[in-house]
């Protein structure tokens, strides 16, 4: 059982900048891939990054390339989620999922290959 605590989230304005963090449970972390998802309000849950367990690979939705940066440190169970450049569009409940591999450098981009999810944390983006 993993259990996922994400933090960071707030209000900002068009442009700005926030880093998210997800703390997860558990002595095998480095053995899970990690996801950062977001979901707005009427909209469905959609992909925006991920990382393999070794952190050798990542990969990123159109919307977020060039201005999300994921990375995890497998000493401290953390996944991070850098945001740059903020726009009101991004606005949205960011969740962080854990997705159990049958190989180390796996990148799941699809909700239906993770098995944990944490509660969520708002990003609000004010232009």
């Known amino acids: 059982q993993v259990q996922l605590v994400e933090s960071g989230g707030g209000l900002v304005q068009a442009g700005g900048s926030l880093k998210l963090s997800c703390a997860a449970s558990?002595?095998?972390?480095?053995?899970?891939?990690m996801g950062w998802f977001r979901q707005a309000p009427g909209k469905e849950r959609e992909f925006v990054a991920a990382?393999?367990?070794?952190?050798?690979?990542?990969y990123y939705a159109d919307s977020g390339k060039g201005r999300f940066t994921i990375s995890r440190d497998n000493a401290k169970n953390t996944v991070y989620l850098q945001i740059n450049s903020l726009k009101p569009e991004d606005t949205a409940l960011y969740y962080c999922?854990?997705?159990?591999?049958?190989?180390?450098?796996?990148?799941?981009?699809?909700?239906?290959?993770?098995?944990?999810w944490g509660q969520g944390t708002q990003v609000t983006v004010s232009s």
């Open positions: 990382i393999s367990g070794s952190a050798d690979s990542t």
């Open positions: 558990g002595r095998t972390f480095s053995s899970y891939a």
């Open positions: 999922a854990a997705s159990r591999v049958s190989y180390t450098s796996a990148v799941p981009t699809t909700k239906n290959a993770y098995n944990y």
